[in-house]
């Protein structure tokens, strides 16, 4: 696969690609969404890209991945009913609106209380992934998001918040914030072509722009080492090579 660079969104070329790649490989997912989110943002600061909100992370891993493969994104799932495999395409430039500015303060009244938020940023997440079960989870992000809490016009501390806050109401800041942030989760409904059940299915944009980066990466490594074998160029000048170029001297070594 031939990656397309196009200047002011991706300026990162097939080298510092192969560092980020080779960067990435002993890394977890949290720590590839940083990797990938700093060849993103060229330049920014690592406490910069952590207080993001989760959905403006996740549309710039949408538009580096439509800057380096394209808009075309093939997706392949079962049926969660029969099992059939499933293959669909899907257009990169539809994903990916990060979150509005007007929503990023949020507010949620129920009953006697009033719980002013703000959206949960990739540092957020993170802490979250460290609780013990998912209510836990949740718990912490309403506690660690939450800018403000009155119970009957009473001022609660955010660290009072997991004793005292009424379950429904954590989902109902849940779930507005869901709503003002849609790109933090994507998840596709997908209708089974089978048994016409639909299979829902989130899509990791981490983990689907990191399995093309290790396709990419391994394919220009094999073509590497073809054409040094081939001419006794070094890495840096067939990576210097156009795409176009270095296909094309591949074609004549296997001509000849």
């Not at 097939?14 to 949290?30: D, F, K, M, N, Y």
């Not at 075309?72 to 990060?98: H, I, K, N, S, Y």
């Not at 940023?121 to 949740?138: F, I, K, M, N, Q």
């Not at 299915?201 to 074998?229: F, G, K, M, P, Q």
């Amino acid at each position: 696969m031939n990656v397309v660079v196009n200047p002011g969104t991706a300026p990162t070329g097939p080298a510092e690609l192969l560092a980020t790649w080779e960067a990435g490989l002993p890394l977890g997912a949290a720590e590839k969404s940083l990797l990938l989110h700093r060849a993103a943002r060229p330049g920014a600061a690592t406490d910069a890209l952590l207080s993001v909100p989760i959905g403006e992370r996740e549309a710039d891993l949408f538009a580096l991945r439509r800057s380096l493969f394209g808009e075309r994104m093939q997706v392949r799932t079962e049926c969660g009913a029969c099992g059939e495999a499933m293959e669909f395409d899907l257009d990169a430039g539809a994903l990916g609106a990060p979150p509005a500015a007007e929503d990023r303060l949020l507010r949620v009244a129920e009953d006697d209380w009033v719980v002013e938020f703000r959206l949960p940023t990739v540092a957020d997440l993170a802490a979250a992934g460290a609780a013990a079960s998912p209510t836990e989870a949740r718990r912490r992000l309403v506690a660690g998001c939450t800018v403000r809490a009155l119970r009957a016009g009473e001022s609660v501390a955010a660290e009072r918040l997991a004793a005292l806050l009424p379950e429904r109401v954590e989902r109902l800041i849940a779930e507005r914030a869901a709503e003002a942030d849609p790109t933090a989760e994507v998840t596709l409904h997908v209708a089974c072509p089978e048994c016409g059940e639909a299979t829902p299915a989130e899509l990791d944009i981490t983990s689907y722009l990191w399995t093309e980066l290790d396709n990419w990466a391994r394919d220009l490594l094999v073509d590497v080492h073809l054409l040094a074998t081939a001419y006794g160029w070094s890495e840096p000048h067939i990576l210097a090579l156009s795409p176009l170029r270095r296909r094309y001297y591949l074609e004549l070594c296997t001509d000849g």
